[in-house]
């Protein structure tokens, strides 16, 4: 399905978070001398994006989705996502995530973006208006000023890595 520009900025956002999961999943095991590289930049991203990002949908997209009962578990699920997801990004902050841990991110962050993508964003379209949808872009839109507009560039250590 067509994503509606309404959902668009977050659909960026998706894109930025999905990269680094490639990455990681691309440089994989990774060496314990290269982890310190990796937790600053996934700090930097959480700090400077998917914590504003989180605040959005959960404020602005959750409560929408939530008025369609069979919208509820997913919801929830997503909900559950964001508090275990905050717990490793909050680790990466504190210097203390392993590179074990670096991969277990990545997968459910994946899983996570995939499910609000193709369940959550396709369930909403369906079930909203062309205004209804235009007024939720431009709640998400106000909400996502926060952001920063600069595109993290990844280091020498954490640059995408040709498969073998």
């Known amino acids: ?26 440089a994989s095991p990774i060496p314990s001398g290269d982890l310190p590289s ?31 009962g069979e919208l509820h578990l997913l919801v929830e699920d997503l909900q559950r996502d964001h508090e275990w997801l905050r717990q490793q990004f909050s680790r990466a902050v504190a210097k203390t995530v392993s590179t074990d841990d670096l991969s277990a991110l990545a997968q459910r962050l994946s899983a996570h973006i995939r499910k609000e993508e193709r369940q959550l964003f396709e369930g909403l379209q369906e079930r909203l208006s062309r205004e209804q949808l235009f007024k939720l872009g431009e709640k998400l839109e106000a909400a ?21």
């Open 38 to 68: 990796w937790q600053i930049e996934i700090a930097e991203l959480f700090q400077s994006e998917i914590a504003v990002h989180f605040g959005a949908e959960e404020r602005i997209l959750f409560p929408v989705a939530w008025e369609f």
């Open 1 to 26: 399905m067509l994503r509606d520009k309404s959902l668009i900025p977050l659909s960026h956002q998706h894109q930025h978070a999905l990269a680094l999961c490639v990455r990681i999943e691309r």
């Open 144 to 164: 996502l000023r926060e952001t920063s507009q600069v595109c993290l560039r990844p280091t020498e250590i954490t640059k995408l890595r040709v498969k073998k």
